[in-house]
């Protein structure tokens, strides 16, 4: 055997020498995890906006084929008028549940009036003849608001009426009827016994006046005046109310509920 051989020492084997493995740290591994969210929030993210871009675009679509499918067959038609009942003068005050309604069928009228008013002060009603008394109830009826009913020639106006129940014998200078314009119901006529007077005519001056015409009907510093509905031209009334109303509702007091029923 040769000696050079044997003396190099024994044989390397050949080929890369082995190598040592990579860890992965804890913070890699944090890196990693955080990377992948984001990557799949994002991906969420752009899926939802393409679906809802889709939605939209698919639903102008249909709106649009639809007013297409249809505006070619609709024909618009003129509205019909509607036949309904005359309104009595009672539904425009729509009665509250506070308010009460007075009927009598032998005077042939019908009233709202409110149970109680001022917040506290209970109201009644008394028919005493051809009267019906509208008052606190705390209060004698006759110191009341009233209405009368008065029985008329049917060709005869309202004028002419009262000039004969009322007037005869008087001054006509001194007393006359004066009709007067009526908001609240324009399809009455109202009015009043009526007399001169001076601005300068003291408070005992005018109950003279009002006491010589006529003392319970003529005109005086209280509320006072005859109703007629044309439509019942057999019939007129007379309101006495004084200084103060009696409230069925906001501007609506009792006696412009006032509705004839015979």
Known sequence: MDESVNQSGPIQPSGTPPQEETEITPDQHRTVKIVLIVFSLLFFIVIVLLGWNIYKTSRIETDENLNQSISPTVEIKPSQPITEEPSTPLSPTLIPPSAEIFESDQLGIRFVYPKITNGS???????????????????????????????????????????????QGKNQQQCYVTILETEKNINAVTAIIDYPQDENDTMEQMFEKTQYCSEDYAKTNGIRYFWYDPQHPDMFLFFSIGQYGISVSEGVNWQDTIEIIN
Not at 153 to 159: D, I, N
């Open 121 to 167: 002060q209970p109201i009644a009603t008394y028919e005493d003849g051809d009267r019906v008394y509208v008052y606190p109830a705390a209060m004698d009826p006759q110191s009341g608001q009233w209405v009368e009913v008065f029985e008329k020639q049917s060709e005869e106006s309202l004028e002419n009426a009262i000039n004969r129940l009322f007037l």
